[in-house]
């Protein structure tokens, strides 16, 4: 198998997309942690998922086991009304029966994931303790779980004990279908766990431990062992899955094309143009944040509506000559002519955000403007590239949220939505990080919005002039809180040697300003 170097920001757009896909809620964000199993905050709207290099496994296997579990999550935020703590035996024997209960669930929908639900079993089961390895009544909820998710036993345990498991798991068992058959919900499955905890003799605050699997992340063992293992949980889940060919199960064949797509696309983009360390340039890491708050859905729908002639490069104009004669406007006194002028962007650009902290205070409304801005030239199909700049730890950085070789989409909003406003406005310093970048791809214009003076005026005039000799038009946007300040922070980048600046006070009306800029 090809080996998996997919980036964690990749990983989480995937997880992003088909989280949101299968638990139907747009708003659900993905993170990965190194501190804690994969886990659902539902009134947080978050799945936190195990990181893929800390599975069992070939590449390949760890791909399979991280959508799958991705699965469970997006099942219990479709399904389940609350996710209690797996740190007391009450907690995690109703987090195990909802397991159950949503995967039936889930299934009925999502016909296709038996297969892949059956592998992962097969890791799960494979990452269990040994039961003699988990001490005092521990032990016995550890082989409920066991017992109630696989039909078996890692270990022996005591015949006593193993009927009050059987009896509990049998019990379980009932309540999860009669959940199911009857249509109750996660209240109905927790009233009953009490009964569950009478029939093992355990104490509901019994302390779960951490169940760490017994080899190291990224070992994997042998085809054949897998089978041996695959072979047995097909066989204990026959009654719910039907007939599985355990075989059929190990080749991943119906995933393996998804997975191989995924590689040569992100193959495909480790290949092209600069690396952000060659140029000074960092691309925001930060993979927890909640992208969704940023969308002014409004705001997008409405400059989609208004440049849609762009969309189509045609343009109904009304002429005293044309194509086609117009009674009514004739008789209302208007241009009696209309005719179709073709339109179209095809100038390239890259977009600089000022993000000093004197953009604080608006920092969520100019995000949702430019994001609106970044969604309309997407729909435009222009070709255009997106950087920012703040302070960081007293040094100033240049992010690189868009780059032109890579389509507009979740992750680079979360990249945008991450960055703080904080610092001075340095653009000579920013306009050298970035003159590699401006001088290889050559832009037909910069665009640099920003709400303050420079830093360094005359490094910046310096530097506006060394870009305007690569070719490039430099333009400058000037915001302020009303016209009169707006108006003036443009007349004063007039002077640093901008061929164009304009004046915004109202930061939704940057799309408008912007593709104006643009039009041919």
Known sequence: MQSLQLRNESLVEIATFLVRRWSEREKVIVEFSYKTETKTRLKENKVILTPIEKRIGNDFQRYR????????EAMKIKFCKKILSNDHAFGFILNTMETRRVEQLGRKIWKGMDEEIIFNYAYMFVSRPQLHTVYGNARI???????????????????????????????AKKIVDESIGKKYDTDWLEKNVNEIIKML?????????????????????????????????????????????????LSGDN???????????????????????????????VTNV?????YDVGLINNMKTKFKELKSRWKEQHLNSGDEFDGENYIE???????????????????LLDHSSSIASNALEYKKATLALCEVLSFLKVKFAVYAFSTENRSVVCWSIKPDNIKWNRVTAKR????????????????????????????????????????????????????????????AMGLGPNMIRATTIANNLRHLGYEKTIAVSKLHDIPSKVIRILEV
């Open 333 to 351: 006194g208007n241009e009696p002519f209309f005719t179709d002028v073709k339109k179209s962007i095809k100038t390239k650009i890259v977009i």
């Open 201 to 249: 003799d355990i104490e509901s605050l019994l302390t779960i431990p951490v169940s760490l699997p017994f080899m190291k992340a990224g070992m994997t063992i042998s085809e054949e062992e897998l089978l041996k293992f695959l072979t047995v949980i097909s066989k204990n889940k026959e009654g719910d899955f039907g007939k599985i060919d355990p075989k059929a199960v």
């Open 416 to 475: 945008l939505a991450q960055i703080i406003a904080n610092g001075s406005t340095p653009l000579a310093e920013i306009y050298d990080k970035m003159f590699p970048i401006l001088q290889s791809k050559r832009p037909d214009i910069f665009l640099t919005l920003t709400d303050g003076e420079p830093s360094d005026p005359d490094a910046v005039r310096n530097m506006t002039k060394s870009l305007k000799r690569l070719g490039i038009r430099m333009i």
């Open 65 to 72: 086991q991280f959508r799958t579990s991705l699965w469970y």
């Open 290 to 294: 909640d992208e969704t708050v940023i």
């Open 255 to 285: 995933i393996y094309d998804e997975y191989k797509v995924l590689l040569d696309e992100n193959k495909k983009n480790d290949n092209k143009g600069l690396t952000s360390e060659s140029i000074g340039v960092q691309i925001p890491t």
């Open 141 to 171: 909820v550890e082989a409920f779980y066991q017992y109630f998710m696989f039909g078996a036993l890692k270990g022996e345990i005591q015949a006593s004990h193993f009927e009050r498991i059987k009896k509990a798991s049998g019990f």
